[in-house]
């Protein structure tokens, strides 16, 4: 790890070290924002200085990774126990010696999965610690701004990785915007959707929206197309971007229901 590195203190991504701009891309695009009072940056150094990663199970085979005090979005990483190799699902920035250890002690990492660029934060650090694979879709290659040969750029409507687990595109918030579906954790499929789908607080309402910061929806055409890309997918769990967003009754049905609002 080289600890000078630089890292965007708003949304948590890792840059180049000569990386010489003063602006982050990915809080410049109208899906993310630059705080009003300018560009702010962190490092390696001083987030493992004064944050830890919190390490929760959600139930067996499944665990959150959170950054406390919380950093950047407050995005949560999942890590996925499976018989054939482990998954890393979404990234958070920080790495430190007790998440190592515990993915370590439980098998490594066969490969990380990402939902869309806002959390692409550090994932050549993790990548490299675990030696394994990063699967991106190949729509999203322009978010990349720390490149490592270890992305496996992927094109279509989805990949099979490997114990019948999955990544299937849905779009909308970005083009490449996935889900993960693992068919081994619950009867009809447990889905790890990142903030593709996004679970209110009340815990009875989805939203799909092209910008959930800056409240842009998405075209009506956009939302039909989803709900019927949802209709053909099983599950009956889902586990989102925060850390409340996890729903074990009905979800389909609740998403399904938030999707034919919009008419
Ligand atoms: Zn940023
Ligand atoms: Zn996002």
Same mark, same amino acid.
């Given at each position: 790890? *080289?600890?000078?590195?630089?890292?965007?203190?708003?949304?948590?991504?890792?840059?180049? *070290?000569?990386? &010489?701009?003063?602006?982050?891309?990915?809080?410049?695009?109208? #899906?993310?924002? $630059?705080p009003?009072?300018?560009?702010?940056?962190? %490092?390696?150094?001083?987030?493992?200085?004064?944050?830890?990663?919190? /390490? &929760?199970?959600?139930?067996?085979?499944?665990?959150?990774?959170?950054?406390?005090?919380?950093f950047?979005?407050?995005?949560?990483?999942?890590?996925?126990?499976?018989?054939?190799?482990?998954?890393?699902?979404?990234c /958070? =920035? @920080?790495?430190?010696?007790?998440? #190592? %250890?515990?993915? /370590?002690?439980?098998?490594?990492?066969?490969?990380?999965?990402?939902?869309?660029?806002h !959390? !692409?934060? *550090?994932?050549?650090?993790?990548?490299?610690?675990f030696?394994?694979?990063?699967?991106? =879709?190949?729509?999203?290659?322009?978010? $990349?701004? *720390?490149?490592?040969?270890?992305i496996?750029?992927?094109?279509?409507?989805?990949?099979?990785?490997?114990?019948?687990? +999955?990544?299937? #595109?849905?779009?909308?918030?970005?083009?490449?915007?996935?889900?993960l579906?693992?068919?081994?954790?619950?009867?009809?499929?447990?889905?790890?959707?990142?903030?593709?789908?996004? @679970?209110?607080?009340?815990? &009875?309402?989805?939203?799909?929206?092209?910008? !959930?910061?800056?409240?842009?929806?998405?075209?009506?055409?956009?939302?039909?197309?989803? #709900?019927?890309?949802?209709?053909?997918?099983?599950?009956?769990?889902?586990?989102?971007?925060?850390? !409340?967003?996890? @729903?074990?009754?009905?979800?389909?049905? @609740?998403?399904? +229901?938030?999707l034919?609002?919009?008419?």
């Amino acid at each position: 790890m *080289n600890e000078l590195s630089k890292i965007c203190a708003t949304c948590g991504t890792k840059y180049p *070290n000569d990386y &010489k701009e003063n602006n982050c891309i990915i809080c410049e695009d109208d #899906r993310q924002y $630059v705080p009003l009072d300018g560009q702010k940056w962190t %490092n390696s150094k001083t987030l493992i200085s004064n944050h830890k990663v919190e /390490i &929760k199970q959600l139930k067996p085979h499944l665990y959150e990774f959170l950054i406390k005090p919380t950093f950047g979005i407050g995005q949560r990483a999942i890590f996925v126990v499976s018989d054939n190799g482990n998954i890393l699902w979404d990234c /958070i =920035p @920080l790495l430190d010696s007790e998440v #190592r %250890n515990f993915i /370590i002690q439980n098998g490594g990492l066969k490969g990380m999965a990402i939902s869309h660029p806002h !959390y !692409y934060s *550090n994932m050549k650090e993790w990548s490299k610690t675990f030696n394994c694979p990063i699967y991106l =879709p190949e729509t999203e290659k322009d978010f $990349v701004v *720390n490149g490592t040969n270890e992305i496996h750029y992927w094109s279509g409507e989805g990949i099979e990785l490997w114990d019948g687990i +999955e990544l299937i #595109r849905i779009g909308g918030h970005f083009l490449g915007s996935s889900i993960l579906r693992i068919p081994t954790l619950s009867e009809k499929g447990t889905i790890l959707c990142g903030d593709t789908f996004y @679970l209110s607080l009340s815990l &009875k309402h989805f939203s799909v929206m092209y910008s !959930y910061p800056n409240i842009i929806p998405l075209p009506i055409a956009e939302v039909e197309r989803i #709900r019927d890309k949802v209709k053909e997918i099983d599950f009956d769990e889902i586990y989102g971007f925060w850390s !409340y967003q996890n @729903l074990k009754e009905d979800p389909k049905q @609740l998403l399904m +229901e938030s999707l034919e609002r919009y008419k």
